[in-house]
């Protein structure tokens, strides 16, 4: 009995060890492409689709939701979005970006899909892996991000009007100082809807959308496909 538990033992440590040496091997050889213009096959895509959702799903089970129902909260998320998020997640009557079709997974169009609050608070904060999804937790309080969550429950039910108009009363995102330069070399001083860009051009084609500054980076992952979070400029 001892002997055949011995070597039922020995035959998985010999097949274990057989498969870690075939894995190095694959890839540390390169065979694999990991350009975004050559997609996963479907078992790979499936198992790291289920691999996201999984992660972010029992992640975000211990996020306390607060009152999201705050106008000024909301209105101030609409500002976030606007300067942060367009480019890769889209707005009311937006077809299409210069960054989106490159990235893959293909982000999620926030403007047609709500997020459970939860895990898009934990996505936007912690972000998700070999994804365009930045971790905007390392330079946003937690205030901030609750306000892009507030207004993503919101963005589904905007018509591309009520979206601009809510946009141009938002505050201004000082985070985008550093990034929108003027030709000068000094912060450019716009509201958020001129600071927007594509944001604001609503119902337009891809080619009338102005490119936006993008952070190096998913969709998605994730998250990926549609995974279910927001974000700012991502």
């Known amino acids: ?9 020995i035959t998985i440590v010999i097949l274990g060890a057989i498969g870690a040496v075939g ?6 050889s390169g065979i694999y492409n990991i350009g975004a213009d050559d997609h996963h096959t479907r078992p790979v895509f499936a198992l790291l689709q289920t691999l996201r959702e999984r992660s972010i799903t029992v992640r975000a089970r211990h996020v306390q939701v607060p009152d999201l129902e705050d106008p000024a909260l909301i209105l101030k998320g609409a500002g976030q979005y606007a300067a942060m998020c367009t480019q890769c997640h889209l707005t009311p009557g937006m077809k299409d970006s210069e960054i989106r079709p490159g990235l893959y997974p293909q982000p999620p169009n926030l403007a ?8 898009a608070f934990w996505v936007i904060k912690h972000g998700i ?8 937790g390392g330079s946003h309080d937690d205030a901030t991000i609750w306000s892009m969550v507030a207004f993503l429950q919101k963005l589904p039910d905007l018509s591309p009007k009520q979206y ?11 985070d985008m100082d550093m990034s929108e330069m003027d030709r000068d070399g000094k912060a450019a001083d716009r509201p958020a809807e001129q600071r927007a860009g594509s944001a604001v051009d609503q119902g337009g084609d891809a080619g009338d959308v102005p490119a936006m500054a993008m952070p190096a980076a998913p969709t998605s992952v994730a998250p990926p496909p ?9």
């Not at 009995?1 to 033992?9: D, E, G, T």
């Not at 601009?164 to 000082?174: G, L, N, Q, S």
């Not at 549609?226 to 991502?234: E, I, M």
């Open 129 to 136: 892996k070999m994804s365009a999804m930045p971790a905007w």
């Open 112 to 119: 047609r899909l709500r997020v459970a609050p939860g895990e």
């Open 1 to 9: 009995m001892m002997q055949a538990i011995r070597r039922v033992v």
């Open 226 to 234: 549609a995974v279910k979070a927001s974000h700012r400029r991502h």
């Open 23 to 28: 894995i190095g091997a694959f890839v540390y």
């Open 164 to 174: 601009k108009d809510m946009v141009a009363k938002a505050p201004p995102d000082d």
